[in-house]
């Protein structure tokens, strides 16, 4: 019987088994390890219409949570310019809650928002930086000054202080009240 055995075989499999080592020897690459899993969110279930305390006031508002709008906003009279004494421009206005209870504030302006009028033409709304307490949540965000004295709820929170803590559910109402631990520098 003839053998099919080649020295080109014999070569092959010397080399192959002369391999095995090396190949068995090579380390191990290190697992890297896994991404670390982002904190948690905190998010609550809230009605469309929550009890809020507005800061800094500390004044108590029933405020309408609305998905459907992205800038927050509040009902304000007697909005008046001016400027502080680096030329830096603020706006000094009075905020009044259902019960009637009304705070002045001055805030630094962030921006001014034009708005669209119904009857045509447009008019500017300033928008300063406020925080809400909403359930046990402290939120910091800008806020448009408007007038709201039309709406039954004169405070309206839109998606950009809600969206990293309030799930709306829009049948329900009232779901909490406001149990925000503030410190001194948040208020």
């Known amino acids: 019987m003839k053998s099919n055995i080649t020295f080109k ?12 080592p090396a190949i068995a020897a ?13 904190a948690p969110l905190t998010l609550s279930v809230m009605g469309w219409i ?15 949570l609305d998905t ?10 007697n909005i008046e310019r001016f400027q502080d004494l680096d030329g830096k421009e603020w706006v000094r206005f ?18 001014w928002v034009r708005i669209k009028q119904k009857g045509g033409g447009y008019f500017q709304r300033p928008v300063v930086k406020m925080a809400l307490c909403v359930g046990n949540h402290y939120i910091e965000g800008k806020m448009n000054l ?13 998606r ?3 969206s990293k803590n309030v799930l709306v559910d829009s049948s329900m109402r009232h779901t909490s009240k406001p149990a925000c631990e503030i410190t001194n520098e948040q208020n």
């Open 9 to 20: 075989n014999i070569a092959l499999a010397i080399f192959l088994l002369a391999s095995l």
């Open 26 to 38: 090579e380390p191990e690459k290190p697992v890297e390890p896994a991404a670390a899993e982002p």
């Open 50 to 64: 929550e009890d809020v305390i507005v800061y800094p006031g500390d004044m108590p508002f029933s405020a309408k």
């Open 68 to 77: 459907g709008t992205k800038t927050s906003s509040i009902d304000a009279s």
């Open 94 to 111: 009075t905020i009044q809650n259902q019960h009637g209870d009304r705070k002045t504030l001055e805030k630094p302006v962030e921006k």
């Open 146 to 158: 408007s007038k709201r004295d039309d709406f039954q709820n004169p405070v309206l929170i839109g």
């Open 160 to 162: 950009n202080m809600l």
